[in-house]
T-cell receptor, first 112, second 114 residues
Framework: GENVEQHPSTLSVQEGDSAVIKCTYSDSASNYFPWYKQELGKRPQLIIDIRSNVGEKKDQRIAVTLNKTAKHFSLHITETQPEDSAVYFC???????????FGTGTRLKVLA | NAGVTQTPKFQVLKTGQSMTLQCAQDMNHNSMYWYRQDPGMGLRLIYYSASEGTTDKGEVPNGYNVSRLNKREFSLRLESAAPSQTSVYFCASILGQATNNEQFFGPGTRLTVL
């Protein structure tokens, strides 16, 4: 069945360093890949997304890259700050079904 | 706009009891979703409704039923609660059009089954 694998499960970085989280999806028909940030006790919120017709997208300190051939996509956060500490989820969906499959999450800790 | 709202925020049930989790959105979204979130398991899709009048199973539908009452409301029912259903439940919605797929989540319901 459809599956999204996410690595690593935990990641600690020093403030100011970069963080990279990777996801691999199984359904080659997936065409939309969002990333969500979830702070402790809060709801997940969209931080960036990418569609299958684009290889890279940037928004200030965050960027997402997509490799359709390898079926993987990555979240890059540069110049990390303590407020970036949270759990990050990737997801994949296939147009027409609007069904989303989420990765298992990465707990990012930014150490001051 | 309230966005996506869920009731209740917290609930404790005994094994075998039933309850319904309520979700409503005021964004005129077409598609609605129910997820459960367990530690280390991410968000797992229980059921979804691509449009009013339709519902489909997700990854973990067993033990749950849903009703898309109207365009605004999507409820999740546990007929006979089990300890394995202890979790945080999130409702979500999307506009459903091809160019806008952002999911908006509700605040969650923390359910404990004893």
């Amino acid at each position: 069945g459809e599956n999204v694998e996410q690595h690593p499960s935990t990641l600690s970085v020093q403030e100011g360093d970069s963080a990279v989280i990777k996801c691999t999806y199984s359904d080659s028909a997936s065409n939309y890949f969002p990333w969500y940030k979830q702070e402790l006790g809060k709801r997940p919120q969209l931080i960036i997304d990418i569609r299958s017709n684009v290889g890279e997208k940037k928004d200030q300190r965050i960027a997402v890259t997509l490799n359709k051939t390898a079926k993987h996509f990555s979240l890059h956060i540069t110049e990390t700050q303590p407020e970036d500490s949270a759990v990050y989820f990737c997801a994949a969906s296939k147009g027409g079904t609007y069904k989303y499959i989420f990765g298992t999450g990465t707990r990012l800790k930014v150490l001051a | 706009n309230a966005g996506v709202t869920q009731t209740p925020k917290f609930q404790v049930l005994k094994t075998g009891q039933s309850m319904t989790l309520q979700c409503a959105q005021d964004m005129n979204h077409n598609s609605m979703y129910w997820y459960r979130q367990d530690p280390g398991m991410g968000l797992r899709l229980i059921y979804y409704s691509a449009s009013e009048g339709t519902t489909d199973k997700g990854e973990v539908p067993n033990g749950y039923n849903v009703s898309r009452l109207n365009k605004r409301e999507f409820s999740l029912r546990l007929e006979s609660a089990a300890p394995s259903q202890t979790s945080v439940y999130f409702c979500a919605s999307i506009l459903g059009q091809a160019t806008n797929n952002e999911q908006f989540f509700g605040p969650g319901t923390r359910l404990t089954v004893l």
